[in-house]
């Protein structure tokens, strides 16, 4: 028996390390060397990529991206852009248009592991690759291939000439290997939108014609050479002829992005105890009035966001004119520049707070784009409130979503991006209801220790692939609150909240307020009494899966906290120890941070008597 007891536990000590194992991640390093012809627009491309498998598999296959293979006639990105009812504009039939000559495409020349021939097939924007001999657990293998690239005309994201004149956009621009995690490969098709990379360095040189400057990842390791801003010396770089080499190294990132302009204007500013801004952008009318401003505008943002969220980890970021819009890479962003000063800056500030959401967290963009758009559009717009003075800031986030559930195009939000039935439901879901699930998580846990838990979630899980429910238990551990329930509602179902005040009633010196769930979304409630004095007291509810509640927020006004409400149960009943006559009124969520769908039962004024007060909606 006692051997038995013995093995037993062992097992269940083996098993349990096993179990909790499951976080490994994969790593890759790239050498490249690309060679870019500006007349042809043509790249000839060598890459050598040493890829560590750290998982508990052994592989037998790899997948690449080729991602400029969307940009042909016939393509899954083309199709999809011509059949959704609400396509988006930038590329609506524009593929199908595409000459020969204009169309973008990854063709592979040779491919090798470890110095042996290797097969592979391509499927549309996906490389599968027959290993020659499998990559064992725990060990590494090197990849390395020659490839020709034709760069498109620049449709969505990537590509060339831009409509703002930008000559070269280089996102998504090289094969890139597929993630593979806990949950298998990562290889989608390059349909619509969101990215999801492995974590490595990247060892970048790109040859060109000497005229073009180049911004993006990294930073710049021979900048005597370069020339266009990057030296310190004081001594300009004498003009090359022929051709240039531009040497990038970036460590410890997803992803290698850049772009390229003979007219690029290249500033660089210092955040204080931050990284090194780089600015490239063309003079003109349109921008450079704007561009010197967003200069100042670009400091402040990473002061609020390292003291709000979390350090930015690296020494530079590039904020590069070029794209169709706005778009995040490690180390950088594209963003269109002929905006006014409000537009550039908004953009600035959400392209840049991708950095601390996908550049670092690096969630998986294409299964959780909420768990990036939405944090980020929730911490830009807090940086531009509090650069600018404003209010609300997330007051469009609530109305979108309230449209949007108006509309009957409401989606759940735990589907891959690229399979919404509509873009408008993509969008308010990534963006809007991403960033209504933290401001609304403020109500239920109080402000001071959420933003404490926003700190700890950046620093527990940078640069580690975070879940959702990674970040609900760092919220749980600070709160002391249950919150699985609320990420299940709002994530996997399309529920709604709504809650009203029924009935008030007066009886023997007391006021009886009976609240009503009527939506299918539980919640805790805050409900604010304001009597004729001018006085406030708040009467708070738990809801009771939290098993727990917030601390107090507001210290102007007496909290009495009552009964946690079941779920189950559709009404509650308020005892207020006061006479109706000395109400003036009651309201649900004052604070309006509840995305209640009808706040027209939230509010109630019996000032004029309990025979003034009538259901708005019965």
């Known amino acids: 028996m006692f051997k038995f007891i013995v093995l037993f536990g062992s097992l269940c000590i083996i098993s349990s390390l096993h179990a909790q194992d499951y976080r490994w991640q994969q790593r890759a390093e790239y050498v490249m060397d690309v060679r870019l012809d500006v007349k042809t627009h043509k790249i000839s491309g060598n890459q050598k990529l040493t890829y560590y498998n750290n998982s508990k598999d052994t592989l037998r296959k790899v997948y690449y ?32 248009k595409l000459k020969d000559d204009e169309i973008g495409y990854q063709h592979i020349q040779n491919l090798k592991q470890d110095g042996k021939d290797v097969s592979y097939k391509v499927d549309g924007t996906i490389l599968e690759v027959i290993l020659a001999k499998p990559i064992l657990p725990n060990t590494k293998t090197v990849l390395e291939m020659k490839y020709e690239t034709q760069v498109p005309i620049q449709i969505r994201r990537s590509g060339r000439n831009s409509s703002e004149g930008i000559a070269y956009s280089m996102t998504q621009w090289y094969p890139k290997v597929a993630e593979y995690d806990f949950q298998g490969w990562h290889a989608y098709q390059y349909v619509a939108r969101e990215f999801h990379g492995v974590w490595g360095d990247f060892d970048v040189k790109i040859t060109l014609d000497p005229s073009y400057i180049i911004g993006g990842t990294g930073r710049l390791q021979n900048p005597e050479k370069i020339g266009h801003g990057y030296e310190k010396s004081g001594t300009p770089v004498k003009k090359q002829s022929g051709e240039l080499t531009w040497h990038f190294i970036a460590k410890n990132v997803t992803d290698f992005a850049w772009a390229a302009d003979p007219d690029y204007t290249h500033d660089i500013v210092q955040v204080p105890d931050g990284p090194e801004l780089h600015f490239f952008y063309q003079k003109g009318d349109k921008t450079t009035e704007n561009w010197k401003k967003l200069q100042q505008a670009g400091i402040r943002h990473f002061e609020f966001m390292n003291k709000t969220f979390g350090k930015y980890p690296y020494d530079t970021y590039s904020i590069i004119q070029g794209g169709d819009g706005g778009m ?7 963003i269109t520049g002929e905006r006014s000063f409000g537009s550039l800056a908004g953009v600035m500030a959400h392209e840049v707070s991708h950095s601390w959401y996908q550049g670092v967290l690096a969630s998986n963009e294409a299964l959780y784009a909420w768990l990036d758009e939405g944090y980020t559009d929730f911490a830009s717009s807090e940086s ?15 109305g979108g979503y309230f449209a949007l559930v108006k509309s009957g195009l409401q989606e759940p939000i735990s589907q891959h991006s690229d399979h919404y039935t509509t873009n408008r439901a993509y969008g308010i879901a990534a963006y809007s209801m991403g960033t209504i699930f933290l401001h609304q998580l403020k109500y239920i846990i109080g402000e001071e220790l959420f933003y404490k838990g926003m700190r700890q979630y950046y620093n527990t899980w940078k640069f580690k692939h975070p879940e959702p429910i990674d970040f609900i238990r760092v919220m749980e551990k600070v709160s002391g609150q249950q919150l699985k329930w609320y990420l299940n509602y709002w994530v996997n179902t399309t529920k709604r909240i709504d809650y009203g005040i029924q009935t008030v009633i007066e009886n023997e010196n007391a006021t009886f307020a009976t609240l009503e769930r009527k939506g299918e979304f539980p919640m805790p409630i805050d409900l604010v009494v304001t009597y004729k004095d001018g006085t406030k007291e708040l009467f708070y509810i738990a809801m009771n899966e939290t098993l727990g509640g917030k601390p107090v927020e507001d ?22 120890n006061r006479k109706a006559s000395e109400i003036a009124t009651l309201e649900i969520d004052p604070s309006m941070r509840m995305a209640d769908i009808d706040r027209k039962n939230n509010l109630i004024d019996i ?12």
Request: glycine content about 4%; charged content about 20%; aromatic content about 12%.
């Open 65 to 96: 991206h080729l991602f400029f293979n969307a940009f042909q006639p016939g393509s899954m990105m083309d199709v999809r852009s011509r059949n959704i009812a609400d396509p988006d504009p930038r590329v609506g039939s524009r593929i199908l």
């Open 328 to 334: 995040e890479y490690p180390m950088c962003t594209l």
């Open 607 to 618: 000032s004029q008597g309990l025979k003034a007060y009538t259901d708005p909606t019965k």
């Open 555 to 576: 210290t102007s006004m007496t909290r009495n906290e009552l009964e946690a409400w079941p779920w189950v149960n559709p009404t509650y009943v308020v005892k207020i």
């Open 384 to 398: 531009i409130a509090s650069m600018f003075n404003e209010k609300n800031p997330h007051a469009d986030s609530y």
